[in-house]
């Protein structure tokens, strides 16, 4: 093999590219705008370098740099020019070029430079495996999950500042935890109608009782019992200023909005991921509690099994491995998990797990055991330990391309 080796770096506006021969000698640098235009005159560049030497391999490397090198890859990828030259395409993490860099001294930090250090780490070789963008429905499904998580993380925020802001007009409510769910309809209803812990206080109980009914549309077993706790919560409750009151009336009004919006937002990537897993097969969907939602999650960052060479492999690629503390004799039992991995693959597959534990008994009853090994972090560890367990499960499926039976 005789390679020419691209160090990229990636910006929103331009790409610095430096091109080395592979005897690590310069060959050029330049810089190109972030654009369709821009990458036609680089891989004319590398052509030009890759006749001139009589080079038979192009290998290129870019730093994985929020999305501004996306594009860059898919045009790479699909550029026919590049094909008859073995063309391989690594996208590198950040922090293992900046270690890679700490090895030489007194290097400035600017673009031209970053791009030959991802240039002769290319060249070292000690890289990970080539990009993978084999079927395009896995990226096409990887874009909803993702967008889905995000929504999922900003739902979570969202409530907990409700919740804190929540306090401050209604704190016995929130302390005693009237409602079994804090965000349901009645419950929304009733923080959101009442001006005041004042005015809850003072509502006639039969027609609080009324209310919760038709909010809650009959729901509530025992509507009386529910209005008698609100009435017992509001009246020992904090009373604000009626200024400060007004304000947080306001402030709780529009994160409600907020609330209800992501929830739709939600509902509709669900329905999108759904019609998106029609188009593979999906033999996940087979394990009891594993809707198509989470078995989207854990398909669209994983795509082809192959590319895996094991279980371990799969498990550490999702961040569900820990770290070794070894000297000598001596080896540590307590270790923590690995801080590298793909979060939304471990996401999905913590999900997974936790669906598992309720609605299988193997799998519950190793997550309560897990639980009841330790004093502190119970939840914490025992989840990652099941969700460690599950993508055993998820691999040996995808790999035989089978759909599970439960053990008899």
């Not at 020019?81 to 590198?92: D, E, G, M, T, Y």
């Not at 080539?130 to 429905?137: H, S, W």
Request: net charge positive.
């Amino acid at each position: 093999m005789n390679p020419l080796y691209v160090g990229i770096d990636v910006s929103s506006k331009s790409n610095v590219i430096y091109l080395m021969l592979p005897d690590g000698a310069k060959h050029s640098c330049f810089s190109v705008a972030n654009s369709q235009d821009g990458y036609s005159q680089m891989v004319k560049r590398i052509l030009s370098a890759v006749t001139s030497r009589s080079l038979d391999t192009v290998v290129i490397g870019l730093e994985a740099t929020s999305v501004y090198g996306d594009n860059l890859v898919f045009f790479l990828r699909e550029d026919a020019s590049l094909a008859p030259f073995n063309r391989k395409i690594h996208v590198l993490n950040p922090k293992q070029v900046k270690n890679f860099k700490e090895a030489y001294n007194d290097l400035p930090k600017n673009d031209y430079v970053d791009s030959f250090v991802i240039a002769d780490c290319l060249r070292f070789g000690r890289i990970n495996k080539e990009v993978y963008l084999g079927d395009y429905r896995y990226k096409a499904l990887q874009n909803l999950t993702r967008a889905r998580f995000f929504a999922v993380q900003n739902l979570v925020k969202e409530k907990q500042r409700f919740i804190n802001v929540l306090f401050k007009k209604y704190s016995t409510m929130t302390q005693e935890k009237v409602f079994s769910d804090t965000f349901s309809t009645t419950a929304l209803a009733v923080y959101e109608e009442f001006e005041s812990a004042e005015a809850l206080a003072a509502m006639d109980l039969q027609e609080l009782t009324d209310f919760i009914m038709e909010k809650g549309k009959n729901r509530f077993p025992n509507p009386d019992a529910v209005a008698k706790a609100i009435l017992k919560a509001a009246r020992s409750s904090y009373r604000l200023p009626k200024t400060v009151n007004d304000s947080i009336n306001q402030v709780l009004s529009i994160s409600i909005t907020s609330i209800k919006a992501l929830d739709a937002q939600i509902k509709e990537f669900n329905k999108a991921i759904e019609a998106q897993m029609e188009l593979l097969p999906n033999v996940l969907i087979s394990i009891p509690g594993i809707g198509p939602v989470i078995s989207a999650g854990i398909m669209a960052e994983i795509g082809d099994i192959n590319r895996f060479p094991g279980q371990a492999q799969l498990g550490k690629y999702a961040g569900l491995a820990w770290t070794q503390n070894q000297s000598g004799d001596f080896e540590a039992e307590n270790t923590k998990l690995i801080r590298s991995g793909n979060r939304f693959l471990k996401y999905y597959l913590c999900e997974g797990a936790l669906s598992l534990v309720r609605c299988d008994t193997e799998y519950s009853s190793f997550y309560h055991s897990k639980y009841k090994e330790v004093n502190r972090h119970q939840h914490k560890r025992a989840l990652a330990l099941t969700a460690r367990k599950f993508v055993r499960l998820v691999f040996r499926l995808l790999k035989d391309n089978r759909l599970y039976r439960a053990a008899e």
